[in-house]
């Protein structure tokens, strides 16, 4: 897609969910997808390789979240993969401070590289696992947001999430169409790590049929010491 066209596009598609884009930040847009597409060939990254697909279902998706996070705030990003939701958020967000959680080394490459191609700064791309990192005292219960996006069900994630959140923060999930299930099976699970489900925002993502969801944990008390347990146990056995 040439550049011309990816502008028109994306400022489109960014109308539709209120957020203006000014030229520096399309053009942050378009590097990012660039890179994105050369490094999918070396490693996989993401199955979506369609230009305007990347611009809804990736960067327009990312950034639904973005009127959810105060000003100046913490935000970690668990499972980043290829930098969703973060990198999208850090472009059109100077003021709030992110890391970037991800378990593949080669990814946190891919982010590093990025993030030193679109000279954006107080963002930073951690390799870990989730479980690893949230039992850092330094790291636990420091953020004021702590969002991801398609990486595991409602009951595993809030045992990534709310733990690195601090109280009276929020934990981000976003999800696709069906989560009454997961919500409901989720609810034990929240309430024990000191969490309480404040938001459920469903939506169409612009001009497509795709149905998405983004709940909101508000964090109301520390959550236990032993969560979250040790590395592979939240995906193996939810707290139910």
């Known amino acids: 897609m040439e550049k011309q066209e990816f502008e028109q596009k994306i400022k489109t598609y960014a109308d539709e969910i209120e957020i ?78 992110i890391t970037l959680l991800d378990s593949l080394n080669k990814r946190v490459n891919f982010l590093n590289e990025v993030i030193h191609e679109l000279k954006l700064s107080k963002i930073q791309a951690v390799h870990s696992r989730v479980e690893d990192f949230a039992k850092d005292k330094k790291n636990r219960e420091s953020f004021d947001y ?59 993502l612009p001009q497509s049929d795709i149905n998405r969801n983004i709940i909101i944990i508000h964090k109301t008390q520390n959550t236990p010491n032993k969560y979250p347990r040790k590395a592979g146990m939240p995906s193996k056995e939810p707290i139910n």
């Open 20 to 97: 203006v884009l000014n030229e520096q930040q399309i053009h942050q847009f378009y590097q990012y997808m660039e890179l994105l597409l050369e490094w999918n060939e070396k490693i996989n990254l993401t199955a979506i390789t369609n230009p305007e697909e990347i611009i809804v279902k990736h960067f327009i998706d990312s950034l639904t979240i973005a009127k959810y996070v105060k000003e100046n705030a913490r935000l970690i990003d668990v499972g980043t993969g290829a930098g969703f939701p973060g990198i999208p958020l850090k472009i059109i967000r100077e003021d709030i401070e």
């Open 146 to 204: 702590a969002t991801s996006r398609a990486v595991a069900n409602l009951s595993t994630l809030s045992e990534y999430l709310i733990p690195l959140v601090k109280i009276g923060g929020n934990a981000i999930s976003m999800k696709g169409s069906e989560v009454d299930e997961e919500m409901k099976q989720s609810q034990k699970a929240i309430s024990l790590l000191g969490g309480k489900i404040e938001t459920i925002e469903t939506f169409q």
